[in-house]
C-alpha cells in the first residue's frame, strides 16, 4: 500500500498570491527585477518578475487584451528571452496599474 502525499504549493503560484495579496510589494518586488533588464546577462529575471505581476494582476491573456497585444506576443515578449519593445512594457505596466519612472544613478558618472 502507498500512501497519497498531498501536493504542496507551488513557488510560483505562492509568488503570485503574495504578489496579488499586496500591491506595495509588486511594486518594490518589479522595480528591483527591471534593473536587470541593463544587464543582457540578466535580462531574462525582469521580464519573468514582470510575467508574474500580470500572472497576478489578471493573468496574460486579460493584460494582453488590456494591453492591446495579442495573447502568444505577450507570452514571448515577457518570456526569458524575450525582447518587448518599450510600447509593450509601457502597456503591460499600465495594464496591472504600475507606470515606469526614473532616477538618478548614483553609481554613474554623467560628464557636464
Do not use: C, F, W
Amino acid at each position: 500500500m502507498t500512501k497519497k502525499i498531498e501536493a504542496a504549493v507551488s513557488h510560483y503560484q505562492r509568488e503570485i498570491e503574495e504578489l496579488r495579496a499586496d500591491r506595495d510589494l509588486a511594486a518594490a518586488y518589479l522595480k528591483l527585477a527591471l534593473q536587470s533588464l541593463d544587464d543582457p546577462n540578466d535580462r531574462a529575471a525582469g521580464l519573468l518578475a514582470l510575467r508574474s505581476v500580470a500572472e497576478a494582476y489578471g493573468g496574460l491573456a486579460l493584460i494582453a487584451q488590456q494591453a492591446g497585444i495579442s495573447r502568444e506576443a505577450l507570452y514571448r515578449a515577457l518570456s526569458a528571452k524575450g525582447n518587448p519593445t518599450l510600447r509593450t512594457i509601457l502597456a503591460v505596466l499600465k495594464a496591472v496599474g504600475m507606470k515606469l519612472s526614473v532616477e538618478l544613478d548614483p553609481e554613474s558618472v554623467v560628464p557636464a
